[in-house]
């Protein structure tokens, strides 16, 4: 990982590593709710935004948007249809259970660390095109929450929130999301967190769904750690969960093949999982220096 | 099933923790790693355990076969011959079992002994048996019955078979009948009890030369007796060394030859090498030896000083069915120079006597200045005469003498009688001039004070009276034997022109050997008689020399000379004693006192403990080593201080190395002595071939880990 230059406000924040980033903006793919006028497509149509289409009048619309000159062309009643631009209000899901405490070698940080890191600089990239947002961490269950805010302190609650979270042996991700679910009051985007190492994919994303069934826009970040993908080299370990799930002694050599093919399974069925529930997924390496993966994602994203 | 090898066994049972001993000690040691998905791993643990636990089941099992398999081998498994006949229903049965363990019982066929064929043979005999008694005697040059009767600790009995091992040994079968007979004879069915089934095992090799003869009347005669042989069906090839000495009488400074016994018992000749040790010098003795006989290698040993010489004879790069034969200890006594005692009344002053004459002959003065020296006296021959006095006759005068020589010594006392025939019985060589009528009393006193020790061929007798001997010339001669033998061609003329005078009458002795009479005069009386009295000699020159032309003939000093060179040359042959056998040897008179004296053992683990090496006593004026039994094959010495002064090689008996089995119709048929003997050959080839069985669980055992390659590969995929 190349140096970083933290400033006050966060150890995770490295505003100069940012300032690479400054051009780019965070776009989502999907129209979404915003309390203030912005650069996002909104789910309202019409006023004063931006001209999109004509549709056939129906009976009972609002005359206000009749294009008259249409109708006087054509004969035909058609109405416009306008897209409102909003702004974003995004929600960052950070799993801290004790799986995220796993950091290799070869990653240099912890997962939560790598998470910590993206986090913030997301957070960062958010509040900079006038966005909202807003942080959960979910472990045992539903941590500290900082709903998305436009107060003028906001982004440094939620970047100090971020630095203080901390692993817990247990995981609740189901759970912890469906408060969360229960406590917004707005759509937007959530964006998790998250290595997904659970006992019950289905029930976490059973709860993502409420969220996408309310349309939520839902970007998973799986954080996989290269140790993870492929065991150490090493004649034996004692290798040692880190969610009170025991202990256990083996040769890498003799399991790496049949765990290679268990870890596979588990995130393509994460990835299977979460773009069937309509989410946008993206594997990330925690080798990978977090700026580059948070440069890809917002040329991806940007619009 | 019995085995060659049991100790091999139990070396497999802890090889078969060996792997897993292995395993516990070079397992890894894990290096903690904390894994956030342990889940994973445990998952592919659990998968692989499920997937290999017939894996290692079938692998673990082949491993452990093909160890246990490999031990098998290795214990070698034999099979054995017929089981014993079971005692009758009802019957109690008094069972002895001779088990030969003589050397010949070490003889092996494709490495295994006939002792270890027999061993499981008779731990079948021994085997448990209600109301049965049995005793096991482990028979060599000793009987030895583990237990002084027969006894029903049959476990005991096994005990002792499975730790006997054969031994240096002859087998002196007829002790051990002898001794079975007394353990037979105690277990008596008499006084109303239960009839007693009798039964007299004997395994053996039934070596030719250790049952050419023996009796089995001692037995009790309700006695059924089996012999069951565990010799090979064909006698195996050996070669042995049988005899090491020195031909004729080994003196410091002179050259001798030594010579060597080799025994070559199989079917074809075979060159031979010997490498023979003596002391510090080493000689390499190479011959063709012809089968089925002795044959003598020699080679030329100049000792440099007197006293004992060991060493040993080996037969080298010689692979035979009994090694133990192969290298035979020897001991070489080697003497100063030789000191005559001249036991006269005659007057020492020079002058024309006979034992003056004798004197001369014996020990030639040095020559005077300007005169020639003697031919054969050479520098090295420092020969000493010393004259004692017949009424001084002691055993301290004649302490230091090689050869005793009697000339006009008149009458002897009992005494001295009794001290000559003591000396001559223990190697002691004495000449007898006899020329006086009292010599012949003194001749009859000492043929007498032998007894069966001494068989003169000839009796002396006074001349009869009116009857002169003179003029008597040599009518026959043995010119092939010593002394006349060195004449050679030369004989007839060198004895033609001798006459002589005196001497005695002589008449034969039916108890002697007719070729004991070296020379004959033309009346047909003995003129020189030579004849072995007990380990020493004696001889007879029956002639007057003062009255005689002999002393005047240049054939004179030769003659004593030579004679006097066979004489001393009759010693003991070889100092060396079979291994087992009892030894009673005389120690030189120059021993000193018992207490002083210590025995030495050869140096080896097999050596015995001192207080097992017998005891030197006085007895009759001389010191007595008496040993019971000697010990393994070696050199013993008695010594003084640092000095040895006796020493005596314990051997292979030389009988043990023809492995010749005997007929056994003889055995059924006229040694039985009318008896029913039942003979049973126990190696027959069936069973030669169930002593392979090795080779088969060896194979096995490579299928074991053929098996375990194929498992391995088969469960990869």
């Given at each position: 990982m190349p140096a970083t230059v933290t400033s006050d406000r966060s150890r995770f924040l490295d505003l100069r590593a940012l300032a690479a980033l400054a051009h780019m903006r965070f776009a989502t793919r999907h129209q979404i709710d915003g309390s203030y006028s912005g650069r996002h497509r909104s789910r309202q149509q019409g006023g004063a935004a931006e001209f999109v289409d004509y549709r056939e009048y129906s009976a009972g619309e609002d005359l206000r948007r009749l294009d008259w000159k249409v109708l006087a062309r054509t004969g035909r009643p058609y109405v416009r249809l306008y897209q409102d631009e909003t702004n974003l209000l995004c929600t960052l899901v950070i799993d801290a259970s004790g799986s995220m405490r796993f950091g290799s070698r070869r990653a240099g940080m912890s997962k939560l660390e790598y998470a910590q890191h993206l986090a913030t600089a997301l957070s960062q990239v958010i509040t900079r095109q006038q966005d909202q947002v807003g942080v959960a961490v979910v472990s045992d269950g539903l941590g500290e929450t900082i709903p998305p805010g436009g107060a003028p302190g906001q982004v440094l609650r939620v970047q100090e929130a971020i630095e203080r979270v901390e692993t817990k042996p247990a995981t609740r991700l189901a759970e912890a999301l469906r408060d969360l679910f229960g406590r917004v009051q707005r759509r937007g985007v959530l964006m998790v967190f998250s290595d997904f190492l659970v006992a019950d994919l289905q029930a976490v994303f059973a709860s993502l769904r409420l969220f996408r069934h309310r349309r939520w826009e839902v970007v998973l970040l799986h954080l996989i750690d290269p140790d993870e993908e492929r065991l150490p080299e090493g004649r034996a370990y004692r290798f040692e969960g880190l969610e009170n799930d025991g202990r256990v002694d083996a040769s890498p050599a003799e399991i790496r093949r049949l765990y290679e093919e268990r870890f596979a399974a588990h995130v393509a069925a994460v990835r299977d999982l979460g773009l069937s529930a309509g989410c946008d997924y993206r594997r990330v390496s925690t080798a990978t220096p977090y700026l580059q993966v948070l440069g890809g994602f917002l040329v991806e994203r940007s619009g | 099933m019995n085995f060659l090898h049991p100790w091999a066994l139990a070396v497999g049972a802890a090889a078969l923790c060996l792997p897993l001993l292995v395993h516990w000690l070079t397992r890894p040691r894990p290096v903690r790693l904390p894994l956030s998905t342990i889940r994973f791993v445990l998952e592919a643990v659990q998968q692989r355990r499920a997937r290999h636990r017939l894996r290692d089941f079938i692998i673990l099992l082949l491993r452990a076969g093909a160890v246990a398999l490999l031990a098998w081998a290795f214990a070698r498994p034999l099979g054995a011959g017929k089981p014993p006949q079971a005692p009758g229903a009802g019957a109690e049965t008094a069972r002895v079992l001779i088990l030969d363990q003589s050397q010949s019982t070490a003889a092996a066929v494709r490495g295994i002994s006939a002792f270890e064929r027999a061993r499981p043979i008779a731990a079948r005999y021994l085997s448990g048996n209600s109301g049965a008694r049995a005793g096991l005697i482990l028979a060599g040059a000793r009987p030895r019955a583990v237990f002084g009767r027969l006894s029903s600790n049959l476990p005991a009995l096994r005990d002792e078979l499975a730790a006997a091992q054969p031994r240096p040994e002859r087998l002196n079968l007829q002790a051990a009948i002898n001794r079975a007979a007394e353990m037979l004879g105690g277990e008596g069915g008499g006084d109303g009890g239960a009839a007693v089934r009798r039964e007299l095992i004997i395994l053996s090799d039934f070596q030719r030369t250790d049952w050419s003869t023996f009796d089995l009347s001692p037995l009790p005669k309700d006695t059924v007796v089996r012999l069951e042989s565990v010799a090979p069906a064909q006698a195996p090839a050996n070669l042995a060394v049988l005899r090491v000495s020195a031909a004729g009488r080994l003196v410091e400074g002179r050259e001798a030859r030594v010579e060597v016994d080799v025994g070559n018992y199989s079917p074809a000749a075979r060159q031979v090498q010997v490498d023979l040790t003596i002391g510090d010098g080493t000689y390499r003795l190479e011959g063709l030896c012809p089968p089925n006989v002795a044959t003598t290698l020699s080679t030329s040993f100049n000792p440099q000083a007197a006293g004992w010489q060991f060493g040993s004879a080996r037969l080298a790069g010689v692979e035979d069915a009994l090694p133990a034969d192969d290298v035979r200890p020897f001991v070489l006594g080697v003497r100063g120079a030789t000191t005559y005692a001249l036991v006269t009344r005659e007057d020492p002053r020079p002058h024309a006597s006979s034992s003056h004459f004798l004197e001369r002959a014996l020990a030639p003065a040095p020559g005077a200045p300007g005169q020639a020296q003697v031919a054969w006296a050479s520098p090295a021959r420092r020969e000493r005469v010393q004259r004692v006095d017949p009424k001084a006759l002691d055993k301290d005068a004649l302490a230091g003498a090689d050869l005793v020589v009697l000339d006009h010594p008149g009458k002897l006392s009992t005494e001295s009688i009794g001290l000559l025939a003591a000396l001559a019985r223990r190697g002691r060589a004495i000449l007898y001039v006899a020329a006086e009528p009292v010599d012949a009393t003194n001749l009859k006193l000492l043929a007498d004070a032998a007894g069966s020790d001494l068989k003169l061929p000839v009796n002396f007798l006074p001349p009869r009276p009116g009857r002169v001997r003179r003029g008597l010339f040599l009518a026959e001669v043995a010119k092939d034997q010593l002394p006349f033998r060195e004449f050679g061609e030369a004989l007839p003329a060198a004895i033609g022109p001798l006459r002589f005078g005196g001497g005695l009458d002589t008449e034969r002795n039916p108890a002697g050997l007719l070729d004991d009479v070296q020379a004959t005069y033309g009346d047909r009386t003995a003129c020189l008689v030579t004849t072995a009295w007990g380990a020493g000699s004696l001889a007879v020159l029956n002639a007057e020399l003062a009255e005689s032309n002999l002393p005047a003939s240049p054939v004179f000093v030769p003659l004593v000379n030579e004679l006097a060179g066979r004489l001393l040359g009759r010693g003991p042959a070889e100092h060396s004693v079979a291994s087992g056998d009892r030894v009673d040897a005389y120690l030189p008179p120059d021993a000193g006192e018992p207490s002083k004296l210590t025995i030495v053992a050869p140096p080896g683990a097999a050596a015995p403990k001192v207080a097992d090496l017998g005891t030197v006593s006085e007895e009759g004026g001389f010191l007595l080593w008496h040993w019971a039994a000697a010990g393994p094959p070696g050199v013993y010495q008695v010594k003084r201080g640092d000095a040895t002064v006796f020493a005596l090689a314990s051997t292979v008996p030389p009988s043990e190395a023809d492995l010749a089995r005997i007929d056994p119709s003889l055995l059924e048929g006229?040694?039985?002595?009318g008896r029913q003997v039942h003979f049973t050959q126990a190696a027959s080839a069936d069973s030669e071939a169930r002593d392979d069985t090795w080779a088969w669980v060896l194979a096995a055992c490579v299928g074991c880990l053929l098996l375990e390659v194929v498992a391995l590969l088969a469960f990869r995929t």
């Open positions: - | 006229r040694l039985a002595g």
